[in-house]
């Protein structure tokens, strides 16, 4: 009936509108509503000569907002260089539920089980997500959500890995667990045997991350602790030795938790990253004040991509260094990445018509901004506890 009419005029208008996301509000807000059997006759009249008065309406909306892009000079906006995109298809990921909860086990379907008896409450999750040119224009938002992972080895005490050592192997393994439960270090701990203990409840922040930095397509992150989880592997960077080694009931258990954390909270791949990718000094604007998984995460074990690869946001984005320690930690991938984000700003400096010293001290003064901006807030939530409020905050010199 009525959609045989008006059908083709909302087609015509929403050809028009280029950008995906307008084109769709657009057909939402004139889709016809669901026909159930009470509306009839006069409700559909009057859905039909609504429809009629809004699209003209929408043909003029469309086109000045056409225009007006068009005239308008483009965004100084901060887009990923090559090599920084994190536009990585994140591999669909199967459904995992809880089977089973107990009083101190915690049972998934995808094989996981997570010991919660030693696990430990903080302070609420709350943290400030810093647009980067996206969908929030300029605003920060309050977030409660875990928007990565970031893995961790916890560099303590190990004693050869053998059924003859078993009961030591336990004691150290607890009291490990107690050790970084006092200190809310982690929210995920993972030891030698592969077992898996939630530390610190996922709701709340852990101390895992300190000063630290990441950027995904759309967001930038400050200081992790609030924003990502932190799964730590029971193991240590031997003297000598490139990496931490991990049991194969280690990895197996990571793929299993890392499965359940990035389904549960929607992460994409490309945030779950290593403790040094992410770790920055402030006092020295130097990239890796923590080394651990500097390299040999296993990451194609754990079900991702070779995140190694991925340019470091702290160099890009805010001109961080790499001291000559770091470099050396680094594995040949991770170099890699550190030499193509050194570019990549260099690249950036060039496109502002700026030197590079000059332009460095522009992006680190903004990371001093944004950092104090982020503890202020973090502080004033703290007092406040109000919880998420899902309210935006303009950023400091933003637009
Ligand atoms: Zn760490």
Not at 126 to 144: D, E, F, K, Q, T
Not at 155 to 162: A, D, R, V
Not at 221 to 250: I, K
Not at 273 to 302: K, R
Request: proline share 7%; net charge positive; charged share 20%.
């Amino acid at each position: 009936m009525g959609r045989s009419i008006e059908q083709p005029s909302i087609e015509l208008v929403a050809r028009h509108i280029g950008d995906p996301v307008n084109r769709l509000r657009f057909l939402k807000a004139v889709a016809p509503p669901p026909t159930r059997g009470g509306r009839s006759g006069p409700w559909r009249a009057f859905f039909h000569y609504l429809l009629l008065a809004i699209v003209p309406l929408m043909l003029v909306a469309a086109f000045l907002v056409v225009r007006a892009a068009a005239r308008a000079p483009a965004p100084e906006a901060w887009k990923p260089p090559a090599g920084l995109s994190r536009s990585v298809v994140s591999p669909a990921l199967p459904e995992v539920w809880m089977v089973e909860k107990g009083s101190s086990e915690e049972v998934f379907s995808n094989g996981l089980h997570i010991d919660t008896r030693f696990a430990v409450s903080n302070h609420a999750r709350s943290y400030l997500a810093l647009p980067l040119n996206g969908p929030a224009g300029g605003r920060a938002v309050r977030r409660s959500v875990p928007a990565g992972i970031v893995f961790h080895t916890t560099e303590s005490l190990q004693i050869p890995f053998e059924a003859q050592r078993n009961r030591a192997l336990k004691r150290i393994g607890e009291s490990l667990l107690q050790y970084v439960g006092r200190r809310c270090a982690y929210h995920y701990l993972i030891d030698r045997f592969g077992r898996v203990f939630r530390v610190v409840a996922e709701q709340d922040a852990a101390n895992h991350a300190g000063y630290s930095v990441w950027v995904d397509d759309h967001w930038r992150y400050l200081n992790l602790n609030e924003s990502f989880l932190g799964v730590s592997f029971e193991a240590r960077t031997e003297e000598g030795q490139s990496d931490a080694r991990l049991s194969p009931a280690q990895v197996r258990s990571a793929a299993m938790l890392t499965e359940l954390l990035r389904g549960r909270y929607r992460i994409p791949v490309t945030n779950c990253v290593t403790h040094l990718q992410v770790s920055v000094n402030p006092d020295n604007m130097c990239v890796g004040y923590h080394t651990d998984w500097a390299s040999g995460f296993p990451f194609e074990q754990v079900g991702l991509p070779d995140n190694y690869s991925l340019a470091l946001p702290s160099v890009v984005a805010f001109g961080f260094v790499c001291d000559p320690a770091v470099r050396e930690a680094a594995g040949p991938r991770l170099l890699r990445a550190i030499e193509l984000a050194e570019t990549a700003f260099e690249q950036r400096a060039a496109a502002a018509g700026m030197r590079l010293p000059a332009y460095r001290k522009t992006a680190q003064r903004e990371y001093r901004t944004l950092l104090a901006y982020v503890k202020k807030a973090q502080h004033e939530t703290r007092d406040a506890s109000d919880g998420d409020s899902g309210q935006g905050d303009r950023l400091p010199g933003g637009p």
